[in-house]
């Protein structure tokens, strides 16, 4: 028993030498960067993107039973519906 826990400790020992060597000899292999190119957008369209990513948001209080009706497939719109249904399929 002494005689396994004595080659165990070894080998512990050894294999912590060997990472610690890899460990401090290890050089970078990581590539330089380039420059990005600076792009210069126009002033409206943060605008547009505000106005394109706006969605209905439904808040309730914490003591409030949650009407599911706000999201039901009918309180959409003909053109949502049609695309809600393609999106299921």
Do not use: H, R
Not at 35 to 55: E, H, M, R
Not at 80 to 86: I, R, W
């Amino acid at each position: 028993m002494k005689k396994l826990l004595i080659s165990i400790g070894a080998f512990i020992v050894v294999i912590s030498g060997i990472l610690i060597g890899n460990t401090l000899t290890l050089n970078s292999k990581q590539v330089a960067s380039q420059q990005l190119k600076v792009v210069t957008l126009p002033n409206d369209i943060f605008q547009n993107l505000s106005s394109a990513i706006q969605y209905p948001t439904i808040s309730y209080s914490e003591e409030a039973i949650p009407d599911s009706t706000d999201f039901s497939i009918t309180s959409l719109s003909k053109s949502e519906t049609a695309q809600a249904v393609v999106l299921l399929i």
